[in-house]
């Protein structure tokens, strides 16, 4: 155990530089143990998979530019094999809100349903759980760890829609639910749900991989500062007198913006 009165808030890191040091620079350089395979082993097989097996990248061009992300693997009941039935299944209530959101337009819906046969769920996805500016990182990552030219083709085509994303009074939205001809956006998610709100968290953990991605993989110029500095700007302008930032928000046509009530205090 390791306990220190005098410790500060960054305290953590004595710890976690005791691990590394005792458990993970070791099995690390050393051998496999705990994993059964090396890291870049794992990352192969799962690059393997996701492009190739079930062919979830989802690329197109505007104006000569490439846009792209990873799209999501839908599995059901009666579709993948050795898939059971959840026992408190929430995909009714899921369909119904992509059915009925006034946050998808009925192009966008039906393109969707001709997608969700085939088991992909074709929207690319920039939110808490599934975000595609996170997974750009590890693409860049392990594009120059292995000098892939098309990892890193990939992982531009995700950095060059999440620029692309409007912005409103500062914040952006979580999903790109379009395609190359109506590039359209759902502003906020509740889990799998779209809203018409802006997610705060969404936009946060976004920006936060952005802000990753300027400090540790644009050595030359900063990509997403002046995107972040905006995000940054919205939420001191909508953050309440206890302190808390409302969890979703509704901006108007003139760029106020208004707090929806649920969750109001919880971010």
Not at 31 to 48: C, G, H, I, K, N
């Amino acid at each position: 155990m390791l306990f220190d009165l005098e410790a500060g808030p960054l305290a953590h890191q004595q710890v976690l530089r005791f691990l590394w040091q005792r458990y993970g620079q070791n099995n690390l350089t050393s051998s496999t143990a705990p994993q059964v395979m090396r890291f870049d082993e794992y990352a192969r097989l799962a690059f393997e998979n996701t492009f190739d097996r079930y062919k979830l990248w989802r690329e197109f061009e505007l104006s000569g530019k490439k846009y792209g992300g990873l799209c999501a693997r839908i599995i059901r009941s009666g579709l993948n094999r050795g898939s059971v039935k959840l026992p408190e299944d929430t995909t009714p209530g899921v369909v119904m809100n992509y059915l009925f959101t006034p946050a998808m337009s009925p192009r966008d819906k039906l393109s969707l349903i001709k997608w969700n046969s085939r088991g992909i769920h074709s929207h690319l996805w920039n939110a808490m759980f599934l975000n595609n500016v996170r997974t750009s990182f590890g693409l860049m990552h392990y594009a120059r760890r292995w000098q892939d030219r098309s990892l890193e083709e990939r992982a531009r085509a995700i950095w060059n829609l999440a620029l692309v994303a409007p912005v409103r009074a500062g914040i952006f939205p979580s999903v790109f639910v379009g395609d190359e001809h109506h590039p359209n956006w759902a502003p906020g998610t509740r889990v799998w749900r779209y809203t018409t709100a802006y997610h705060t968290p969404d936009a946060a953990i976004t920006g936060w991989w952005m802000l990753a991605i300027d400090r540790f993989l644009m050595k030359d110029r900063e990509l997403f500062g002046e995107r972040c500095a905006g995000l940054g700007d919205f939420y001191r302008r909508i953050q309440l007198p206890s302190g808390a930032i409302p969890t979703w928000i509704k901006v108007n046509k003139d760029s106020s913006a208004h707090i929806v009530s649920a969750l109001k205090e919880r971010a």
